[in-house]
């Protein structure tokens, strides 16, 4: 059986009101609940709700008041590349230390819609590890047709661009790794569009990747049109796991029995068979 941890993370982007938020995040916690309990014994398991930045210190509050046992964290769906100091409407990543332990960095629609370079990005990482935070890097090809090599090289390039930025704002590659970071794979043509990657070129991502870090044992998430009828194929079986080690959900996390549908199939790839 694998021992490596599977981390599931729901990403509620700007859907939900926070007045709904912790209501809905109790009743994920809930359920996440019941099915560790159901499981019987622990997991191998890491379960992350991304709320909105007015929602993350009431979430998390619940989360520790009401659902200790659970060990659901919270994390931050964004953060500033500024530090603290004279900068209206920003958050740092140093205002979140003791509410959510990790960040999302360099998010498509982050890109996309604001505009973030792999420049941007490295600044972000640099800030976040320098709270003592771990970040959640995302990367991702808008390469629908493209060979699986073309997109290995694209996803590496982006990878490396982001590296070297970080590097450049004082934070190494081995202060990143320390850091807990983890790499999620968001391919921008899958995401919202109903159509996820196959699992093989997720995989190849991955491996990818690892290999050009050379770090075999960086985390590495699937994101882009999850749902909880294919979460098995992304995380295998406890003797045949994929080379995947968790999902970072998005539409189907706004409906809490299909994030805990998820949640349970992740608990069946870290099960004894």
């Known amino acids: 059986m694998s021992s490596r941890q599977i981390t599931i993370i729901a990403n509620w982007k700007a859907n939900l009101p926070p007045s709904e938020e912790v209501a809905f995040a109790k009743e994920i916690a809930e359920g996440v609940g019941g099915a560790l309990q159901a499981a019987g014994s622990p997991s191998s398991l890491r379960v992350l709700l991304a709320p909105s930045a007015l929602g993350l210190v009431p979430v998390a509050s619940l989360l520790r008041r009401e659902f200790p046992q659970a060990g659901i964290e919270v994390a931050a769906q964004d953060s500033s590349l500024s530090s603290a100091g004279a900068f209206t409407g920003e958050i740092p990543a140093v205002h979140l230390v003791g509410i959510a332990p990790a960040i999302i960095v360099g998010h498509s629609e982050r890109r996309r819609d604001h505009g973030e370079s792999d420049e941007v990005v490295g600044g ?5 590890v320098a709270a003592g935070l771990a970040p959640i890097l995302c990367l991702g090809d808008d390469l629908p047709e493209a060979e699986i090599a073309t997109r290995i090289a694209y996803v590496e390039a982006q990878c490396a661009a982001a590296f070297a930025a970080a590097e450049r704002a004082g934070c190494s590659a ?4 320390a850091a807990g970071l983890v790499a999620a794979y968001e391919p921008v043509w899958a995401i919202g569009t109903g159509n996820p990657a196959s699992v093989e070129i997720a995989e190849a991502i991955a491996s ?8 075999e044992e960086l985390p590495v998430l699937y994101g882009g049109s999850v749902d909880a009828a294919s979460a098995p194929t992304w995380f295998g079986t406890p003797t045949r796991r994929t080379a995947l080690d968790g999902l ?7 409906h809490a029995d299909r994030f805990v549908a998820i949640v349970r199939a992740a608990l069946a790839a870290t099960e004894p068979a």
Request: glycine share 12%; no cysteine.
């Open 124 to 128: 972000k990482l640099a800030r976040v």
């Open 208 to 215: 990818g990747l690892r290999s050009a870090l050379h770090r």
């Open 174 to 177: 081995d202060q990143l790794f």
């Open 248 to 254: 970072l959900v998005g539409g189907a996390s706004l």
